[in-house]
């Protein structure tokens, strides 16, 4: 019972930090559909998140305007402090997500444009990869 209370703070940090970032980089910004999508099945054990906001890259760019591709924008968002809306001091969020899955039992599939974040179920690696589909916003899979 301790492990799946565990688990289930976990969960909250992991999809709070994720919804957040829908909003706080976006508002505003919308290109045409506002908001988050949020759906769950529990009893198959993964939570989705999807925005059709501006994207890792587009956000970035805004204090990196040297980043090439979105694999990049998605290797600087998960592993190094930096925030999009600067001068805020903001940028922890996404390096708390991967520390918190790839040290557990929650899996994680994170795409933005045309770069895609996998970090698997059981403890392991984040796998940074550039995709064929280009894809708006942010679509996440989370896995527990």
């Given at each position: 019972?301790?492990?799946?209370?565990?688990?289930?703070?976990?969960?909250?940090?992991?999809?709070?930090?994720?919804?957040?970032?829908?909003?706080?980089?976006?508002?505003?910004?919308?290109?045409?559909?506002?908001?988050?999508f949020f759906a769950y099945a529990i009893d198959k054990r993964f939570i989705v998140l999807a925005d059709r906001g501006r994207g890792v890259l587009?956000?970035?760019?805004?204090?990196?305007?040297?980043?090439?591709?979105?694999?990049?924008?998605?290797?600087?968002?998960?592993?190094?402090?930096?925030?999009?809306?600067?001068?805020?001091?903001?940028?922890?969020?996404?390096?708390?997500?991967?520390?918190?899955?790839?040290?557990?039992?929650?899996?994680?599939?994170?795409?933005?444009?045309?770069?895609?974040?996998?970090?698997?179920?059981?403890?392991?690696?984040?796998?940074?990869?550039?995709?064929?589909?280009?894809?708006?916003?942010?679509?996440?899979?989370?896995?527990?």
């Amino acid at each position: 019972v301790n492990g799946q209370r565990s688990v289930v703070s976990l969960l909250g940090l992991v999809v709070g930090e994720i919804g957040d970032n829908s909003f706080a980089h976006n508002v505003g910004n919308w290109p045409d559909v506002p908001g988050v999508f949020f759906a769950y099945a529990i009893d198959k054990r993964f939570i989705v998140l999807a925005d059709r906001g501006r994207g890792v890259l587009t956000t970035l760019r805004q204090v990196r305007p040297n980043l090439a591709d979105d694999s990049e924008a998605l290797r600087v968002a998960f592993t190094e402090i930096v925030s999009g809306r600067d001068p805020e001091k903001r940028g922890n969020g996404l390096k708390v997500v991967r520390r918190v899955t790839e040290s557990g039992e929650i899996g994680l599939f994170f795409r933005s444009g045309l770069g895609k974040v996998e970090i698997p179920t059981a403890p392991g690696t984040m796998h940074i990869s550039a995709t064929d589909e280009n894809i708006r916003g942010v679509y996440t899979v989370i896995t527990f």
